[in-house]
């Protein structure tokens, strides 16, 4: 399943959270961002200026750590090696913990079928592979 570049750059949402630094002192500091159909990119500044860092969706194991107070919605992201990256967001804001946590599972489902037709289709390819698998059956 080949996606289109526009169904890859799809923008999903896009707006501030902030983002706790991993010094020391773990200060927030407010970040744009702009969730995509394959990414989450996280920018210093509104203008999206500066090079931003791209945390792919391949690279996301879930969205952890849910916690709502009165002003903020807390959420911790954790990438397949285990690092976590802690974010909140206005209480009233639309969920970005929801929308990420969605897009996650879309993108999973697409690569799912993906990885799904190429044994398919590689299956397929070898026929001999379909006759030695049908003589073992009982």
Do not use: H
């Amino acid at each position: 399943m080949k996606m289109s570049a526009a169904e890859i750059c799809q923008i999903l949402k896009e707006g501030e959270l902030e983002k706790r630094s991993d010094n020391l002192l773990q200060f927030w500091k407010r970040k744009t961002c702009v969730l995509t159909t394959d990414s989450l990119n996280i920018y210093a500044d509104t203008q999206k200026r500066n090079k931003g860092k791209e945390l792919k969706l391949q690279s996301i194991k879930k969205v952890d750590c849910v916690e709502r107070t009165g002003k903020f919605v807390y959420f911790t992201i954790v990438t397949t090696d285990n690092k976590e990256i802690d974010f909140r967001c206005p209480g009233e804001d639309n969920c970005w913990n929801a929308v990420i946590t969605m897009a996650l599972i879309d993108y999973q489902n697409r690569k799912a079928i993906e990885d799904f037709k190429t044994r398919q289709d590689n299956e397929s390819a070898s026929p001999g592979q379909q006759e030695r698998r049908m003589a073992r059956a009982p």
